[in-house]
T-cell receptor, first 113, second 111 residues
Framework: QQQVKQSPQSLIVQKGGISIINCAYE??????FPWYQQFPGKGPALLIA?????SEKKEGRFTISFNKSAKQFSLHIMDSQPGDSATYFC????????????FGQGTELSVKP | KAGVTQTPRYLIKTRGQQVTLSCSPI?????VSWYQQTPGQGLQFLFE???????NKGNFPGRFSGRQFSNSRSEMNVSTLELGDSALYLC??????????FGSGTRLTVV
């Protein structure tokens, strides 16, 4: 069964702090791992993504860390801002099924000023 | 550059009715996928279309169907609506591999 488990369910961080969201997958047949950010009333927006042959990818304040052997990947948001308050979803795409994404349950992030 | 456009934004239907949702992908994007988002089940893959052909299908009953036209626009249809079909239905498009762009969704309420 292909599953992606995300934690924590909710997260409160002070402005300027680091937000860390974790995901774990059970099946090795994934070859693309994106993170999405969703604001109320909007669709998910692609934030950053990584392939399993890379251990880390950084774009601005957002970093993905990927541990292939542990089947885990995480999103780090540095210098968190109130505008980052949103729901974050990790996802994984099965090999040879590029059109399909399996999503984690989401993390509601609240950044306090 | 226009994003993914979904119509209508909101819809209220009665149990037993059917509904058709529309999605216009970003110009040049040939792949369109549909997802259902609910508080309980989260984001779940419905199906993917590429060049008018269904390439992939999720674990949903046959009441959920879709199609794609030659201009890449896509529609999804849900027949014999049930209360549990109330959800946000999201369409996403992409040009090459990966990197989906989502629309804002259609909020369907079944009463």
């Amino acid at each position: 069964q292909q599953q992606v488990k995300q934690s924590p369910q909710s997260l409160i961080v002070q402005k300027g702090g680091i937000s860390i969201i974790n995901c774990a997958y059970e099946n090795t047949a994934f070859d693309y791992f994106p993170w999405y950010q969703q604001f109320p009333g909007k669709g998910p927006a692609l934030l950053i993504a990584i392939r399993p042959d890379v251990s880390e990818k950084k774009e601005g304040r957002f970093t993905i860390s990927f541990n292939k052997s542990a089947k885990q990947f995480s999103l780090h948001i540095m210098d968190s801002q109130p505008g980052d308050s949103a729901t974050y979803f990790c996802a994984a795409s099965p090999k040879n099924q590029g059109g399909k994404l399996i999503f984690g349950q989401g993390t509601e992030l609240s950044v306090k000023p | 550059k226009a994003g993914v456009t979904q119509t209508p934004r909101y819809l209220i239907k009665t149990r037993g009715q059917q509904v058709t949702l529309s999605c216009s992908p970003i110009s040049g994007h040939r792949s369109v996928s549909w997802y259902q988002q609910t508080p309980g089940q989260g984001l779940q893959f419905l199906f993917e279309y590429f060049s008018e052909t269904q390439r992939n299908k999720g674990n949903f009953p046959g009441r959920f169907s879709g199609r794609q036209f030659s201009n890449s626009r896509s529609e999804m249809n849900v027949s014999t609506l049930e209360l549990g079909d109330s959800a946000l239905y999201l369409c996403a498009s992409r040009r090459g591999d990966y990197g989906y762009t989502f629309g804002s969704g259609t909020r369907l309420t079944v009463v």
